[in-house]
Nanobody, 121 residues
Framework: EVQLQASGGGLVQAGGSLRLSCAAS????????IGWFRQAPGKEREGVSC????????YYADSVKGRFTISSDNAKNTVYLQMNSLKPEDAAVYYC??????????????WGKGTQVTVSS
């Protein structure tokens, strides 16, 4: 059974930090790109960041560049998203997902349940 378990969300003040974790199981982690998406109320789901478990190549949305860092521990089949200098506009439900192809909302093979990030101003 494929599982992507996201955790680490919570309430933080603007300027604060959170670290999200995505623990994967049930598929060959090393063959996939693992990514984070987020969805705020009334908005479309958007890509935030991803990392290839194959070669470590990373991607960041412009809105998070310089503030968020994605990393992967292949031995633990876990991807982390370190989020610093959080802004109120970062508040959303964050989802992790896996793809053997393109990193986009429609291209992901597996999705986990989300974790809520709330940023108070």
């Amino acid at each position: 059974e494929v599982q992507l378990q996201a955790s680490g969300g919570g309430l933080v003040q603007a300027g604060g930090s959170l670290r999200l974790s995505c623990a994967a199981s049930g598929f060959t982690f090393d063959d996939y790109t693992i990514g984070w998406f987020r969805q705020a109320p009334g908005k479309e789901r958007e890509g935030v960041s991803c990392i290839s478990s194959v070669d470590g190549v990373t991607y960041y949305a412009d809105s998070v560049k310089g503030r968020f860092t994605i990393s992967s521990d292949n031995a633990k089949n876990t991807v982390y998203l370190q989020m610093n200098s959080l802004k109120p506009e970062d508040a959303a439900v964050y989802y992790c997902a896996a793809t053997s192809g393109d990193y986009d909302v429609v291209g992901m093979d597996y999705w986990g349940k989300g974790t809520q990030v709330t940023v108070s101003s």
